[in-house]
């Protein structure tokens, strides 16, 4: 099958690369729509990685402006999510890697701000906590955030894309260049900690997967 067919196809599956495709053909309000439709996912995901706002907000928009200059390049493979979210997870691995660790700069579970609902935030609602739960929402988006922050920076990613972009183990291995059975084992563990963490409140959805063997997660 030829690429453009290829493409067309995909692109009437996935109407975020209809919108790249036509940012592609320089359309600036395809660009805005796209931006729109993925800036608060972005750095809600970047603000967990990096536990900084500000360095948060920087490396979303250096995947914006990625994504812009290499729009004459783009060629649909794969769902737009993927290949947006593999420039996104690159980004925010090399910032850690390159970067002298600095203190995350607390931020108030209850203060979306501009940036829209957090990750945390996301949970609480998802799960329906209310008082009767014995504990506020924020108090209970403070202990997830915290549960959170007791995963690597490759389980959290895996549990963000997971959780919050709705990806499959496929998808997920694509954006982070492992095995999908590596991807079940990053998973699983990371439900394993939350789990403990959370004290008996259920924050993955479905059920474990057994541990891949561990060659197949380096460091983690």
């Known amino acids: 099958m030829a690429i453009g067919q290829t493409s067309a196809q995909m692109a009437l599956r996935d109407p975020d690369i209809r919108l790249m495709l036509r940012v592609r053909e320089d359309d600036t309000a395809a ?46 493979q794969a769902k737009f999510s993927t290949w947006f979210f593999t420039i996104a997870n690159n980004l925010a691995l090399n910032a850690l890697r390159n970067r002298n660790r600095k203190p995350a700069v607390p931020l108030s579970a209850s203060d979306s701000g501009p940036l829209g609902i957090r990750p945390e935030e996301q949970l609480v609602r998802d799960h329906g906590a209310t008082p009767s739960f014995g504990l506020r929402q924020a108090e209970l988006a403070d202990r997830i955030r915290s549960a959170l922050d007791t995963l690597n920076e490759r389980q959290k990613m895996a ?62």
């Open 31 to 76: 660009f805005t729509e796209l931006v729109s439709h993925y800036q608060h996912r972005l750095v809600g995901i970047m603000h967990h990685l990096v536990g900084n706002t500000e360095e948060a907000e920087d490396l979303a928009q250096e995947v914006f402006l990625r994504v812009y200059r290499n729009r004459k390049k783009y060629t649909p």
């Open 159 to 220: 549990v963000l894309l997971n959780k919050f972009e709705d990806m499959s183990y496929l998808e997920i291995a694509d954006v982070m260049g492992l095995t999908t059975k590596a991807v079940k084992s990053l998973l699983s563990r990371a439900r394993t900690r939350l789990r403990d963490a959370l004290a008996g409140y259920v924050l993955m959805d479905g059920e474990e997967h057994p541990a891949a063997d561990e060659s197949e997660v380096e460091g983690d």
